[in-house]
Nanobody, 122 residues
């Protein structure tokens, strides 16, 4: 079965850090751009970051630049999202997905994981 599985979410205080993992099952991540997305209650799903397969080019939405870092370990079929200096507005369910394209737009992605909850609160 081809799927992506997210992990690493949780409750953290403002200013804290979390590392999310997105691991592939049933296929190799090598040939795909992997994206991280988030959806807060009552809001549309938005692209947070992505990393391409060809040259590890990265994209970050403006609100997370300088705080989040995306990386990939193809040997482990895993993509990570290191999140630092977390803010309450980062609270959302975080999802990963894959695409053949070097693109950060939501509608370009397939094979969505089940999501992991990130809550930033004191």
């Amino acid at each position: 079965q081809v799927q992506l599985v997210e992990s690493g979410g949780g409750l953290v205080q403002p200013g804290g850090s979390l590392r999310l993992s997105c691991t592939a099952s049933g296929f190799r991540l090598d040939y795909y751009t992997i994206g991280w997305f988030r959806q807060a209650p009552g809001k549309e799903r938005e692209g947070v970051s992505c990393i391409s397969d060809k040259d590890n080019n990265t994209y970050y939405t403006d609100s997370v630049k300088g705080r989040f870092t995306i990386s990939r370990d193809n040997a482990k079929d895993t993509v990570y999202l290191e999140m630092n200096s977390l803010k309450p507005e980062d609270t959302a369910v975080y999802y990963c997905a894959e695409t053949y394209y070097s693109d950060h737009r939501v509608n370009r992605y397939d094979n969505w994981g089940q999501g992991t909850q990130v809550t930033v609160s004191s």
